[in-house]
């Protein structure tokens, strides 16, 4: 990886992905791992998981001091999640277009966000903002084990 990636220049990064309580209550869950599997990243964790106060309000500690803060931290804890790591070349950025715009009436149709929300307080899904916050989140929402290294057999037919 490291030797390509400095060869090219493309770097392989790490992306934490969740999907919100409103994307698991309303049955997105399939259809929102499929846009990434047939994009044709590689998921490297994956799990349902139920998300303590103390560890929504430390992922969004960049928020504290706005008014919607209680209520996203709410939001966040109302029902399970689902928690995701992903890897590949770009896919910080790549994974943000997939999903888009914060505002769901902002989002264009085809993105996650443009396809199935309507407001940013239920905008479904959870992307990081660079390749920094990805390590940090997978750090903070997965346990050591969790994350798995693996070669996916299709490797050869999406990246030369
Ligand atoms: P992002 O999720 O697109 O990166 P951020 O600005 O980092 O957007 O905000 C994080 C999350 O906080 C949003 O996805 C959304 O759930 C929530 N949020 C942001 N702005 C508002 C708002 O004005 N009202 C309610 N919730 C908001």
Same mark, same amino acid.
């Given at each position: 990886?490291?030797?390509?990636?400095?060869?090219?220049?493309?770097?392989?990064?790490?992306?934490?992905?969740?999907?919100?309580?409103?994307?698991?209550?309303?049955?997105?869950?399939?259809?929102?791992?499929?846009?990434?599997?047939?994009?044709?990243?590689?998921?490297? /964790?994956?799990?349902?998981?139920?998300?303590?106060?103390?560890?929504?309000?430390?992922?969004?500690?960049?928020?504290?001091?706005?008014?919607?803060?209680?209520?996203?931290?709410?939001?966040?804890?109302?029902?399970?999640?689902?928690?995701?790591? *992903?890897?590949?070349? /770009?896919?910080?950025?790549?994974?943000?277009?997939?999903?888009?715009?914060?505002?769901?009436?902002?989002?264009?149709? /085809?993105?996650?966000? /443009?396809?199935?929300?309507?407001?940013?307080?239920?905008?479904?899904?959870?992307?990081?903002?660079?390749?920094?916050?990805?390590?940090?989140?997978?750090?903070? *929402?997965?346990?050591?084990?969790?994350?798995?290294? *693996?070669?996916?057999?299709?490797?050869? *037919?999406?990246?030369?």
């Amino acid at each position: 990886h490291l030797v390509a990636s400095m060869v090219t220049g493309e770097q392989v990064e790490e992306t934490y992905i969740m999907i919100k309580p409103d994307g698991v209550q309303r049955g997105l869950v399939g259809e929102i791992i499929s846009r990434f599997e047939k994009k044709g990243f590689k998921l490297t /964790g994956l799990k349902l998981f139920q998300c303590p106060q103390e560890l929504a309000e430390v992922h969004y500690e960049e928020l504290k001091s706005k008014s919607f803060f209680p209520k996203l931290i709410g939001y966040i804890t109302s029902g399970p999640v689902v928690c995701m790591a *992903w890897e590949g070349v /770009g896919v910080v950025a790549s994974a943000r277009k997939l999903i888009g715009s914060t505002n769901p009436l902002d989002a264009a149709p /085809g993105t996650i966000r /443009g396809d199935f929300a309507v407001q940013t307080g239920r905008n479904v899904v959870h992307g990081s903002d660079s390749p920094e916050n990805g390590k940090r989140e997978i750090g903070l *929402w997965f346990k050591e084990g969790e994350v798995i290294q *693996w070669t996916p057999a299709i490797a050869p *037919w999406l990246k030369e």
